[in-house]
Nanobody, 116 residues
Framework: QVHFVESGGGLVQPGGSLRLSCAASGRLASLKGMGWYRQAPGKERQLVASILYDGGTNYADSVKDRFTISGDSAKSTIYLQMNSLNFEDTAVYYC??????????WGQGTQVTVSA
């Protein structure tokens, strides 16, 4: 089993930046196929950024050109650099595999709040 610990969230003003981290413990064979998700109040959890199985990256249209996903295999950690944050980015952010059938239990997530 793999456990995820997300961190780095906080309160930020519109236009600001945050860097999230997701540390995986346990037998995570590869960071490929990992992604960042977010869940805003009253909404379903959505995938916003992913490291594809071919090593490429993919982003939801709402975060493209503002968010960057990366990973450090030696640390079993993925990151999400978030720039030009806006109110719609307010959510709890989680990490997990991008293929539902191989997902692990969800971590507690990290809260990102964009507010003036």
């Amino acid at each position: 089993q793999v456990h995820f610990v997300e961190s780095g969230g906080g309160l930020v003003q519109p236009g600001g930046s945050l860097r999230l981290s997701c540390a995986a413990s346990g037998r995570l064979a590869s960071l490929k196929g990992m992604g960042w998700y977010r869940q805003a109040p009253g909404k379903e959890r959505q995938l916003v950024a992913s490291i594809l199985y071919d090593g490429g990256t993919n982003y939801a249209d709402s975060v493209k050109d503002r968010f960057t996903i990366s990973g450090d295999s030696a640390k079993s950690t993925i990151y999400l650099q978030m720039n030009s944050l806006n109110f719609e980015d307010t959510a709890v952010y989680y990490c997990n595999k991008i293929v539902r059938q191989v997902q692990f239990n969800w971590g507690q997530g990290t809260q990102v709040t964009v507010s003036a």
